[in-house]
């Protein structure tokens, strides 16, 4: 049973528009939440986090919003551009040791001119 | 500073076959990590260790093992191949413990190892 779900494989959006990527949790246990990108051939990178004491983080053009309630969080990008290609991973902690995270299944996101 | 290196990028491996796949890191890392990446599953952790010489079960662990005998290496593992580890396997890292600067560390990647079994 996955904890963490992005239930859109994939994601098209024109360039200079907004990109909004979802994502869904189950377990009530998670405090902390990131998102991963990845270039085919890569290994995935950081983009950003949130805390569950907060609904709302911003970085640059990356804004990443969670609703408790709802046990869902998205990662907005605007305005898209074309390096923005790639697959997002959603991923979520409940503070356990070790640093552990669980990966949601990925959205691929294409930007098209 | 060459972050997260994986050792190879590429194996095709015959089932029955054993074979080992490196993990090095030179950020002096305390937790190290492998992962599996399967399409439409996302990233399923299979061993993590917390510091040398400790080595702890992921979600997906049966068929693999895994040492940590340096800090900076991770080893991971197939003593039998058999075609459902047919995988990209992603190492990673972060820092932890007494260095550590919280228990929500970024994690860092490697590039990762295409191991395809017949």
């Known amino acids: 049973d996955q904890q963490v779900k992005q239930n859109s494989p994939s994601l098209s959006v024109q360039e200079g528009r907004i990109s909004i990527l979802n994502c869904d949790y189950t377990?009530?246990?998670?405090?902390?939440f990131l998102w991963y990108k990845k270039y085919p051939a890569e290994g995935p990178t950081f983009l950003i986090s949130?805390?569950?004491?907060?609904d709302k983080n911003e970085d640059g053009r990356f804004t990443v919003f969670l609703n408790k309630s709802a046990k869902h969080l998205s990662l907005h990008i605007v305005p898209s551009q074309p390096g923005d290609s790639a697959v997002y991973f959603c991923?979520?902690?409940?503070?356990?040791?070790?640093?552990?995270?669980?990966f949601g299944s990925g959205t691929r996101l294409s930007i098209r001119p | 500073n060459a972050g997260v290196t994986q050792t190879p990028k590429f194996r095709v491996l015959k089932t029955g076959q054993s074979m080992t796949l490196l993990c090095a890191q030179d950020m002096n890392h305390e937790y190290m990590y492998w992962y599996r990446q399967d399409p439409g599953m996302g990233l399923r952790l299979i061993h993590y260790?917390?510091?040398?010489?400790?080595?702890a079960k992921g979600e997906v662990p049966d068929g693999y093992n895994v040492s940590r005998l340096k800090k900076q290496n991770f080893l991971l593992g197939l003593e039998s191949a058999a075609p459902s580890q047919t995988s990209v396997y992603f190492c990673?890292?972060?820092?932890?413990?007494?260095?550590?600067?919280?228990?929500?560390?970024?994690?860092?990647f490697g590039p990762g190892t295409r191991l395809t079994v017949l």
């Open positions: 990673a890292s972060t820092f932890g413990g007494a260095g550590g600067q919280s228990s929500y560390n970024e994690q860092f």
């Open positions: 949130i805390s569950s004491i907060k």
């Open positions: 377990n009530s246990m998670f405090d902390y």
């Open positions: 260790s917390v510091g040398e010489g400790t080595t």
């Open positions: 991923a979520a902690s409940d503070g356990s040791s070790a640093s552990k995270i669980i």
